[in-house]
């Protein structure tokens, strides 16, 4: 053992030694160096988000974290650019105290760039146009997660194009239609609570699972288009329905209908699964019923 504590000199340095050994957990942890924590007085626009981005990112080279931390506040955009826009791979954007993003268009908007491993976790946006948008494009995003987020929206909630192993997991999500997945595969969409005219539109998409959602949707829950097939649709709670629980527009096959118990909007003779005869040939539909 060293005899620090002798002199001055050598309690400072003892000092010095113990608070380089105590556990971060203890001190505070600081933020990682790809990451970039931002308050609601640093942001006036969703421009202040897509500059934390570039830092956390490394313009692109690194992933990187931009954590939203509502302490002061929500998050209230006062200036032009009002939807974020994401553009590089490998980034997560996430909350922590319960962050709110409100004045917003889109809530998150991504640009037409071959983007994975993209994360949104636990914010709440509360926007005039969409939540999550993935537009038409000419590229696919891979490994995209939506979890735990609040959509509070006049357009769609969630809508992706060309997605691939997309999850969306434990959000609420009420829009004019709640999600919409277009030539999408390999998305799961489990344990979210989804309102909407629709609440789940497959439109040429396959390989999908939508299994333990609750659903509460004007018309229909869940619509099948065109050749969407091989999805597994199973276990959902879908009520106040006009037309359908499940319903089926195309020539799509080999789907897994099971076990989704569908209540009528109040009045309405709806129908648990409403599909044509060459339907019912080419999927396996069982166990959905209607709730008295």
Known sequence: MYA????????????????VAVSPALLGAAPAPNEVVLMARDVISARDIEEAIKVATNYGTRPGIVTLDARDGPFTYDHPDKSINIFYSGETLRSLNGATITNCDDGVFFDDF????????GITFRCVGGGVQIPWARYECRSVVIRGNTFDVEGVGIGITLGRHVTIFRNSVAGADAIRL?????????????RGRQGVLLDDSGGNRLTGNRIRAEWQGVLLVGSSGENEIEGNSIRGVQ????????????????????????????LAVDAPPSAWETNRISGNRLAK
């Open 4 to 19: 620090l504590c002798h002199t001055e000199v050598n309690m400072k340095a003892l000092l010095i030694v113990l608070l």
């Open 114 to 121: 071959p983007l994975q491993d993209v994360a949104v976790e």
């Open 182 to 194: 277009h030539g999408t595969t390999g998305a799961t969409v489990t344990r979210n609570d989804l």
């Open 243 to 270: 037309a359908a629980g499940v319903a089926f527009i195309g020539n799509g096959s080999g789907n897994k209908v099971h076990g989704n118990r569908v209540t009528c909007a109040p009045g309405a003779a709806c």
